[in-house]
T-cell receptor, first 111, second 113 residues
């Protein structure tokens, strides 16, 4: 796996506001996976992006893979308190058996 | 279908003690992984296995050992526990190494004092 940088590290939003977290790499990413970890919980797989420029949606969540496959983003529209948690991106690396995780973005939602 | 089961959930060890963290999965996944998670540091891979009898080191293997005698079980052994091993440990599995999301266990919170 390659080193992936996530920004921001923390984000506090008012309920109803939008939220975006970014995952960046200096080299080409293979496949990007996104996970959500609730406070005190374990990471839960959300989605995988494989193709350049790919966009996938899950209800209020929109996932994008950059055209150059060097970045990815997760956007949440109209956040809710149930969105609280840490969001991780992870890259598998070409031909790798393992995922390398970013440090995550911790989202707090103020009711 | 229980998924990935980890035991124990919590443990306090004294410096120099040893213990085994248990992990079992019932999804017939070939690939299994051990990660540790420290506050603000994401998840770091300790060891992984691509099938019974096959294991390999990850990013932070020192102080740990693993074995994989069956498809279902992937225990993690800590020898001579040190305070630096205080962490939350997650076991995960996947059908293959990529193109599938990982299924994580609920974790073991270990404190070494």
């Amino acid at each position: 796996g390659q080193q992936v940088m996530q920004i921001p590290q923390y984000q506090h939003v008012q309920e109803g506001e939008d939220f975006t977290t970014y995952c960046n790499s200096s080299t080409t990413l293979s496949n990007i996976q996104w996970y959500k970890q609730r406070p005190g919980g374990h990471p839960v797989f959300l989605i995988q992006l494989v193709k350049s420029g790919e966009v996938k949606k899950q209800k209020r969540l929109t996932f994008q893979f950059g055209e150059a496959k060097k970045n990815s983003s997760l956007h949440i529209t109209a956040t809710q308190t149930t969105d609280v948690g840490t969001y991780f991106c992870a890259d598998s690396g070409a031909g790798s058996y393992q995922l390398t995780f970013g440090k995550g973005t911790k989202l707090s939602v103020i009711p | 279908n229980a998924g990935v089961t980890q035991t124990p959930k919590f443990r306090i060890l004294k410096i120099g003690q040893s213990m085994t963290l248990q992990c079992t999965q019932d999804m017939n996944h070939n690939y299994m992984y051990w990660y540790r998670q420290d506050p603000g540091m994401g998840l770091k891979l300790i060891y992984y296995s691509v099938g019974a009898g096959i294991t390999d080191k990850g990013e932070v293997p020192n102080g740990y050992n693993v074995s994989r005698s069956t498809t279902e079980d992937f225990p993690l052994r800590l020898e001579l526990a040190a305070p630096s091993q205080t962490s939350v440990y997650f076991c995960a599995s996947s059908p293959t190494g990529y193109n599938y999301g990982y299924t994580f266990g609920s974790g073991t919170r270990l404190t070494v004092v």
